[in-house]
C-alpha cells in the first residue's frame, strides 16, 4: 500500500519562505500525480496545486499563484511545493496527497486522491 509521507512545515514570520517535501517510501513515483492540500482549523481542505504524474503539467489554486511552486523529481521520488512570500492566511495543515494515473491527469478535487498523509503544520506568524 503506497504512503506518502510530508514534510518541512513549521514557523516563519509573514513574507518568509517555506519548502514541503512528499516522498513515498519504498515506493516509486513515477506513475502517480501529486496533490498538495491544505486546512485550516474550521474551514474544509482546499486543493493548493498538483503535478502530473510526468512533472510537465501543474495547477495552482487562485490563492497561491505566483507565490507556491510545485515541481516533481521522480530521480529523486519526491515532490516539493515552494511557498514563498508566506502570509498569515496561509497557515494550516498542508497534507500530500497521490492518485494513480495511466496518461497526465491535472485535478485538485481531494475526492480524486487515493493516498493521503499525515499533513504537516505550516505557521505563517510574526
Known amino acids: 500500500q503506497l504512503q506518502v509521507v510530508e514534510s518541512g512545515g513549521g514557523l516563519v514570520q509573514p513574507g518568509g519562505s517555506l519548502r514541503l517535501s512528499c516522498g513515498a517510501p519504498?515506493?516509486?513515483?513515477?506513475?502517480?500525480?501529486i496533490g498538495w492540500f491544505r486546512q485550516a482549523p474550521g474551514q474544509e481542505r482546499e486543493g493548493v496545486s498538483c503535478?502530473?504524474?510526468?512533472?510537465?503539467?501543474?495547477k495552482y489554486a487562485d490563492s497561491v499563484k505566483g507565490r507556491f511552486f510545485i515541481s516533481k523529481d521522480n530521480a529523486k521520488n519526491t515532490v516539493y511545493l515552494e511557498m514563498n512570500s508566506l502570509k498569515p492566511e496561509d497557515t494550516a495543515v498542508y497534507y500530500c496527497?497521490?492518485?494513480?494515473?495511466?496518461?497526465?491527469?491535472?485535478?485538485?478535487?481531494?475526492?480524486?486522491?487515493?493516498?493521503w498523509g499525515q499533513g504537516t503544520q505550516v505557521t505563517v506568524s510574526a
Open positions: 503535478v502530473t504524474r510526468s512533472g510537465t503539467i501543474t
Open positions: 496527497a497521490a492518485n494513480y494515473q495511466s496518461v497526465d491527469w491535472v485535478t485538485l478535487r481531494p475526492g480524486d486522491y487515493d493516498h
Open positions: 519504498g515506493f516509486t513515483l513515477d506513475y502517480y500525480g
